[in-house]
C-alpha cells in the first residue's frame, strides 16, 4: 500500500494497477485554491520550501510516467466533506477500471497516448 522505493514515496500504490496516489498537504505543496497563509517568520524560507516541493512533484510525477506507473494527485482539501470524498474515491475508481486513463489535479481524467 505504501512503498517508498517508488520516487517520490507515494501516499498509496496499486502495483497490479499500475498507479501511485499522493494526497498533497494543501500548505507545504502550494495549493492554489486554499492560498495558505505564509508564516511570518522565515517567510523567504517558507516559500522556497514550498516551492522545491512543487518543483520536486513535477519531477517525481516524471520519474513515475517514465517507470509506466500512473499519477494520482489529491489536495488535502479535496478530501474533506462528503462531496469532495465522494469525488476523490470517483476518481480512484476510474483509475483502477481503465488502463489509458492519467488523472491529474487540473483535469480531472484524460487519455494517455
Keep these: 500500500m ?14 497490479s494497477a499500475h498507479l501511485a496516489v499522493f494526497v498533497d498537504g494543501c500548505f507545504w ?11 511570518a517568520t522565515n517567510a523567504t524560507f517558507w516559500r522556497s520550501k514550498i516551492q522545491r516541493n ?5 519531477i517525481v510525477g516524471r520519474q513515475l510516467r517514465t517507470c509506466g506507473i500512473r499519477v494520482l494527485r489529491l ?6 466533506g462528503t462531496v469532495g470524498l465522494e469525488d476523490a474515491i470517483r476518481r480512484l475508481t476510474l483509475l483502477l477500471r481503465k488502463d489509458k486513463w492519467c488523472a491529474r489535479r487540473d483535469l480531472n481524467l484524460r487519455p494517455v497516448g
Design 2 to 15: 505504501h512503498e517508498k522505493s517508488l520516487p517520490g514515496c507515494p501516499d498509496f500504490v496499486f502495483v
Design 29 to 39: 505543496h502550494g495549493c492554489p485554491i486554499c492560498k495558505r497563509t505564509m508564516p
Design 54 to 58: 512543487k518543483s520536486r512533484d513535477v
Design 75 to 80: 489536495w488535502e482539501h479535496e478530501l474533506r
